[in-house]
T-cell receptor
Framework: ELKVEQNPLFLSMQEGKNYTIYCNYS?????LYWYRQDPGKSLESLFV?????AVKQEGRLMASLDTKARLSTLHITAAVHDLSATYFC????????????FGTGTRLKVLA | DAMVIQNPRYQVTQFGKPVTLSCSQT?????MYWYQQKSSQAPKLLFH???????NEADTPDNFQSRRPNTSFCFLDIRSPGLGDAAMYLC????????????????FGPGTRLTVT
C-alpha cells in the first residue's frame, strides 16, 4: 500500500528560527507537490517538484526532492507568524491509476 | 481569471436528505477530482473524471455519486448523508493525467463545508 508520511505532525516554533518538514513516500514517483492550508480554507499550491534533485524557493520556504531516497523536504528559514498553517505534501503515482496520495500533514504554529 | 468555483461554500443538510455540491471550472481542464477532507485529516480522493470517463476509488461509499454533464461542470451527489459525511469537500482540476510537465498539476476550488444535522 502506498504511504506518504510527514514528520513532524505538529510543529511549534519561535519566530526567527529555522526548521525542516520531512515527507517520505513508499512508491516510485518523481512528481511531488507541496500545499499550504489555512484553517477552514482550501489548499494553496506552494511548490511543484518534477525531478530528482529539484529545488525550489519562494520567500522563506524552500522545497527539495530526492527521488532515490523517496524524500522531500520543506525548509523554513527565519519563520514568521504568517507561516502558521498546515502543510501537506502529495505524491503523484501511476500505481494502478494516476492519482495523488496526500501526506498526513504538518500543523505549523509560529509563536511571536 | 481562470479558476475553479464551488457552490455553495457552506451547505447544511438533514440526515438522510440528498444533497448536491457543484463545481465549475474555466480552465478547460480534462480532469476533475472530488476530495473529502475531515477535520485535521488529509484530503481523501473520492473519484475523478477524465473527460467523460469516471474513475471511482475502491473505498468510496456507494452513497457518493458524481456527474459531469460537460467539460466545465462536475457535481457531487450524496444520496443519504450521514453524520459521518460532514466534512469539507474539495474540487480540483488538472489539465491532463500523466507525467508530462504541467499536465498533472492540480488546481483546487475554495471548498464546500457540509454540515449534517
Amino acid at each position: 500500500e502506498l504511504k506518504v508520511e510527514q514528520n513532524p505532525l505538529f510543529l511549534s516554533m519561535q519566530e526567527g528560527k529555522n526548521y525542516t518538514i520531512y515527507c517520505n513516500y513508499s512508491t516510485t514517483s518523481d512528481r511531488l507537490y507541496w500545499y499550504r492550508q489555512d484553517p477552514g480554507k482550501s489548499l494553496e499550491s506552494l511548490f511543484v517538484l518534477l525531478s530528482n534533485g529539484a529545488v525550489k524557493q519562494e520567500g522563506r520556504l524552500m522545497a527539495s526532492l530526492d527521488t532515490k531516497a523517496r524524500l522531500s523536504t520543506l525548509h523554513i528559514t527565519a519563520a514568521v507568524h504568517d507561516l502558521s498553517a498546515t502543510y501537506f505534501c502529495a505524491v503523484l503515482t501511476t500505481s494502478g491509476t494516476y492519482k495523488y496520495i496526500f501526506g498526513t500533514g504538518t500543523r505549523l504554529k509560529v509563536l511571536a | 481569471d481562470a479558476m475553479v468555483i464551488q457552490n455553495p461554500r457552506y451547505q447544511v443538510t438533514q440526515f438522510g436528505k440528498p444533497v448536491t455540491l457543484s463545481c465549475s471550472q474555466t480552465l478547460n481542464h480534462n480532469v476533475m477530482y472530488w476530495y473529502q477532507q475531515k477535520s485535521s485529516q488529509a484530503p481523501k480522493l473520492l473519484f475523478h473524471y477524465y473527460d467523460k470517463d469516471f474513475n471511482n476509488e475502491a473505498d468510496t461509499p456507494d452513497n457518493f455519486q458524481s456527474r459531469r454533464p460537460n467539460t466545465s461542470f462536475c457535481f457531487l451527489d450524496i444520496r443519504s448523508p450521514g453524520l459521518g459525511d460532514a466534512a469539507m469537500y474539495l474540487c480540483a482540476t488538472s489539465r491532463d493525467l500523466g507525467f508530462m510537465t504541467g499536465q498533472s498539476e492540480q488546481y483546487f476550488g475554495p471548498g464546500t463545508r457540509l454540515t449534517v444535522t
